[in-house]
């Protein structure tokens, strides 16, 4: 559903110079599943993600999406993928209602679909009491919950999660983990990108660990425990990206 070919994207930046954001990274998402990319800041995680969405051409190396190629297709992908990022944006005049229906119509939905996605998607979320309040008095949560339904008002087949929990409280970031869960029970394609072990622990089929814009271990946290023979997330992900030394005796490189 999403396969990742060397993908590769290089900025240039007049102070920095060349900046290898992402750097042959490869990888397969299927349907039904969660693929974290798991990294710092800085890693590359945005980077990969607004290749896939097609929001930035690579380099080098390429992909498809829902089998269309990000390059050659571009609005064939975008039409089967919902993009949510810490960032997006809301317009403050428009209620939530407003909000997904202008969504919905840039999306060339009917308005009775954009009606009853409207009702599916303010039942799954929880937003039927502030559905008809403008944005601009909203709670983060509230924002959040009317961000998400906006990327997904068009039931795109591949969802992109760009740390979506960045500056929720505890509650609000439940509910968002629990809506990706249920992406994956209805067999979307989720990528989701996090700095948060635990989130990483608790929702991702395969995890992919990047640094530097490098895929640098990829698997399921079964696997990865097993071939890096240590149980703590934050322990695997520290010696894969070789920030620190092992202890004593220690194994640094899974065997
Ligand atoms: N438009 C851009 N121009 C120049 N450098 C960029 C641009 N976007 C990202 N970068 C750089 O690419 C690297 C990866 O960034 P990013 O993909 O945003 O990482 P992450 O999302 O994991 O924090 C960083 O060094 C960042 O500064
Ligand atoms: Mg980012």
């Known amino acids: 559903m999403i396969e990742a070919r060397q993908l590769t994207k290089t900025f240039r930046d007049r102070k920095r110079g060349e900046i290898r954001a992402v750097e042959g990274v490869s990888f397969r998402v299927e349907p039904g599943q969660i693929y974290g990319l798991l990294g710092a ?3 590359g995680k945005t980077t990969t993600l607004r290749l896939l ?5 690579p380099t080098r190396g390429g992909a498809t999406v829902a089998g269309f190629d990000v390059v050659t297709q571009p609005a064939e992908v975008r039409a089967r993928v919902g993009f949510l990022a810490a960032s997006t944006a809301l317009y403050a005049r428009l209620t939530a209602r407003e909000t997904l229906a202008y969504f919905g119509r840039l999306n060339g939905m009917a308005e009775a679909d954009i009606a009853a996605r409207t009702r599916s998607l303010a039942d799954d979320l929880g937003m039927h009491d502030f559905l008809d309040r403008r944005c601009d008095k909203f709670s983060t949560g509230m924002k959040q919950k009317t961000s998400i339904a906006r990327t997904l008002i068009h039931d795109p087949p591949v969802m992109i999660f760009d740390e979506p929990t960045l500056g929720l409280d505890v509650m609000a970031a ?3 983990v629990q809506f990706v869960r249920e992406c994956r029970a209805r067999g979307k394609t989720v990528i989701y990108s996090t700095h948060i072990m635990s ?3 608790k ?4 995890i992919g660990i990047i640094h530097d814009g490098r ?3 990829e ?6 425990r097993a071939s890096y023979r240590e149980n703590d997330l934050e322990e695997i992900f520290v010696q894969a990206v070789g920030g620190l030394a092992a202890p004593a005796g220690g194994n640094v490189n899974p065997p």
């Open 174 to 176: 439940r509910t968002i």
């Open 215 to 217: 895929l640098l271990a």
């Open 219 to 224: 698997g399921s946290l079964a696997s990865l």
């Open 203 to 206: 929702l991702c089929d395969v």
């Open 53 to 57: 969405a097609t929001l930035l051409q």
């Open 199 to 201: 989130e990483v622990e």
């Open 41 to 43: 800041n800085g890693a």
